[in-house]
């Protein structure tokens, strides 16, 4: 499993703890001592989950995790809060602010990860390397393979990472500017048709196998992908 994961710690020990342990597993980390610079790095790109220390320098975590849970752009990305505080009502406190996950400190390195990952599968399954299923298609993010039964289809990196992206958020609509931010990245400047031009290279290599009908137009909000 491959996930970009902002920290946002401000003890250089357990920062670096983190950080190593993360990396070990597989992660690509972002470091952050206080909420102004973490602010900062999730308005240049969005990671894919925020690892966020309670107690910080300036504004606190718990602050910081409502700012961003009251920002459209930032308000489902998952956060996991990071406390010394073990009291029940700390806990019950972090999950009203819209966390994810509550890890109390002193954890286990290993604990850590499984909770992150456990996370990532439920709330951001495409940057996890689970392989997913639909409608015939199979798709492995580990070996970076699509194979309707025996035959494998072969996409550009682009369409695949837009077939992973709906492949693991089926029967929902996905618009233009979604799409963008989740499979483009967002703040990166593209056009919104461009979605369009990879939308039709998507379904022209998925038509050797019948498999294009899976994506489907919905005029006016944008795509979606269903087996029904
Ligand atoms: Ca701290």
Same mark, same amino acid.
């Given at each position: 499993?491959? =996930? ?6 401000? @003890? ?22 206080? =909420? @102004?610079?973490?602010?900062?790095? $999730? ?13 910080? /320098? *300036? ?49 286990? /390195? ?12 439920? +709330?951001? /399954?495409? =940057? ?40 693991? !958020? ?6 233009? &500017?979604?799409?963008?931010? +989740? $499979?483009?990245?967002? !703040? ?8 369009? $031009? !990879? ?7 998925? @038509? =050797?196998?019948? !498999? ?9 909000? *944008?795509?979606?992908? &269903?087996?029904?």
């Amino acid at each position: 499993m491959s =996930a970009t994961i902002l920290v946002v710690e401000d @003890e250089p020990a357990i920062q670096a703890l983190i950080e190593v342990n993360l990396r070990r597993a597989g992660h690509v980390v972002h470091l952050a001592a206080d =909420a @102004e610079t973490a602010r900062r790095l $999730v308005h240049e790109a969005l990671p894919d989950l925020v690892l966020l220390d309670w107690m910080l /320098p *300036g504004m606190s975590g718990g602050d910081f995790a409502r700012l961003l849970r009251s920002e459209a752009r930032t308000r489902s990305l998952p956060i996991i809060m990071l406390t010394a505080r073990a009291e029940e009502r700390d806990k019950v406190k972090g999950l009203e602010l819209g966390a994810d996950d509550y890890v109390t400190k002193p954890f286990s /390195p290993r604990e850590l990860v499984a909770r992150i990952k456990a996370v990532l599968r439920r +709330q951001a /399954p495409q =940057a996890t390397e689970d392989a997913v299923e639909l409608g015939g298609l199979r798709l492995d993010p580990a070996t970076h393979r699509i194979t309707a039964g025996a035959v494998e289809v072969n996409l550009g990196p682009t369409e695949f990472r837009l077939l992973h992206f709906m492949m693991t !958020h089926p029967e929902r609509v996905h618009g233009r &500017s979604q799409l963008l931010d +989740q $499979v483009w990245g967002d !703040h990166v400047f593209v056009e919104e048709r461009t979605v369009d $031009v !990879h939308i039709r290279r998507l379904r022209a290599a998925l @038509e =050797a196998t019948g !498999h294009d009908g899976l994506i489907q137009t919905v005029r006016g909000s *944008g795509y979606r992908i &269903s087996a029904t």
